[in-house]
Each structure stands twice: as C-alpha cells, then as structure tokens.
C-alpha cells in the first residue's frame, strides 16, 4: 500500500432540515442558533431544490483526482474531510491511519487563504493528526496556480461567447466575504483574490474587471464589500450596464452560496432590474481544475520524498 495519503477539505454540509439546527450550532462553535435562523436556512435549501450537492461533488471531485494522480504514477488514495458536518475531518483521520497511511497531503477546497477560514481546517486537521502521530503537509493556498486561472479562463470565455457584445459585459468576480477585522490582521485574503483575479483577466486579455464579495455572514460586525447586490444596484442606478458575467473565483463546488446566493437572490434582482446576469459554471470535476489539484499533489509528493 502506498504511504502517501491525500485528504480534501470542503466546508459540510446538511444532509436533510432535520440536520440544519445542529448544522447551524457546530458553525456557531456549540451556541444554539435562533428559531429564525433555522428556519432562513431551511428556506434557502428549499428554494436550491430541498439539499445543496456539495459532498456528492467533493466525493466525485476526490475520485476523479485519485484517478488523475494514479494516472500519472502516483499510487494513493484521496479521502475527503468536513470542517461542519459529517463525515468530519476529525472521522476522516482515524480511517486514513486504519488503512495504514503515515503521511497526507492536505488540501482545502479554497483557492485563497484567511486565517479565518483555510486557518480553521488547519487546526481541525492538528488537533487530531499531531496527537496520532500523523505527518502533515498542508497547503495553504493555492490561488496562483496557472492551470486555475486556465481553467477559470475557459469557463468565463464560454459563457462570454453567449452574450451579443463579449467586450461590454461587466466581468465581475465574487468570494465569500469574511469580516472586515481581518484587515488589522494582515490577513492575505483580499491580496490574494485581486491576485488572482488579475491573472485569469490577463489570460482573457481584458484591463477592465470588477470585484465584489457576496454570502456575508449575519452578524453584527462589519464585514468585507462591497456587497454582491449593492455592486449590482450601482451598475444599474449610476452605469447603466445592463450584461453582467459573475465569475466567484472563490467557490470550486455547486453549494448553498453558487445556488441560492447567486443563481436565486442575484438573478432575481437582475430579472426585476433589467439584467442580463449570467455565470461561469462551478469548477466540480473540471479536468482543467482537477489537473490543478493533480499538479499541486504531485509536487508536493515529490517534495516530501527528497
């Protein structure tokens, strides 16, 4: 058996309404959320068709990769790994040390770091690898790999080629906004994303891009923008635009925030504003994305066995 295992990282997600409140209480790190919570939550995955298809696409997306790597002459297994729901990563790791595994390569289904979200995996995956003896190699980030910005490039000119004028549309890229205290903490987040960002736009050849973050959590603290909606109500009230491309370069998986967030809330808007919206397709099992990943494992792999 080989040595080397490979653990993908995705955020959870519930597997029926009934899951939603415990859901709701392991994000909140134990504190029960409120009656009306539960039930927004409920009413978005309603509205997306009653679950959002995140673990099937995580499961799909770690067999192609096993596939792609034993392809190229890397024997291994990929498993995957929740940070909010089952099967959680700290279920993942006593199953990968059974099957006789002494090292992984772990990696987030994140292109981009926060210490406040890609910082959270790294702990969860600690607090049980460092206490079962376990060798980790964990990837931060990821967000300047050139076959991403490739296939983030193929995805956005196709949907490009779907509107009458290609060089008038609003290319606007979106992520999941975080608080805004992440900016005292020098956090490369935000650095991160215009980087990439800039790359794919260079690929496309295009000067001009826009950038807004969308999903911010419901809290009292301030959190990064502009806002996804608000970007878009000032592209009709002081622009005029009216062919906008959404490209979240943030997300790689169908989920909650690509289904609900943007194809129901922002479309929505868009239809009663007078907007053309459309959007790339999720990365999932893109064979351009999955050899990004394949790339990534593979260095590192050849790294650790120098």
Not at 13 to 23: A, G, N
Not at 278 to 284: A, D, F, G
Request: charge should be negative.
């Amino acid at each position: 058996m080989a040595e080397l295992a490979v653990l993908l990282m995705a955020y959870g997600t519930p597997s029926s309404p009934e899951d939603i409140e415990p859901y709701l209480t392991d994000i909140r790190g134990g504190h029960k959320p409120t009656l009306d919570a539960v039930e927004d939550l409920k009413r978005r995955y309603r509205r997306i068709g009653g679950r959002s298809p995140l673990l099937d696409i995580t499961r799909s997306q770690a067999s192609v990769l096993e596939q792609k790597l034993g392809a190229e002459g890397l024997q291994t297994r990929v498993y995957i790994g929740m940070k909010h729901w089952h099967p959680y990563i700290r279920e993942v790791i006593p199953q990968i040390i059974d099957d006789g595994f002494e090292r992984i390569i772990a990696l987030v289904l994140a292109p981009h770091y926060s210490q406040m979200s890609v910082g959270g995996y790294k702990q969860a995956l600690e607090a049980v690898a460092d206490s079962a003896r376990l060798d980790v190699d964990f990837v931060e980030s990821w967000y300047d790999h050139p076959l991403f910005h490739r296939a983030l490039q193929e995805q956005i000119q196709t949907v490009l080629n779907q509107f009458s004028t290609p060089a008038k549309v609003e290319l606007l890229f979106t992520a999941h906004s975080l608080p805004e205290r992440i900016l005292q903490m020098n956090d490369p987040y935000p650095i991160q994303l215009q980087s990439s960002c800039q790359s794919v736009a260079n690929l496309l050849q295009r000067e001009e891009w826009s950038f807004a973050y969308q999903s911010a959590g419901q809290t009292n603290e301030k959190w990064l923008g502009p806002d996804l909606i608000d970007f878009l109500r000032e592209l009709v009230h002081r622009r005029g635009l009216t062919d906008v491309l959404v490209v979240p370069i943030g997300f790689v998986a169908d989920h909650l925030e690509i289904l609900f967030d943007i194809d129901v809330e922002a479309q929505e808007f868009a239809r009663n504003n007078h907007i053309d919206l459309k959007r790339t397709e999720s990365m999932n099992s893109n064979p351009t994305f999955i050899s990004a990943l394949a790339d990534i494992i593979q260095k590192r792999a050849k790294r650790k066995t120098r």
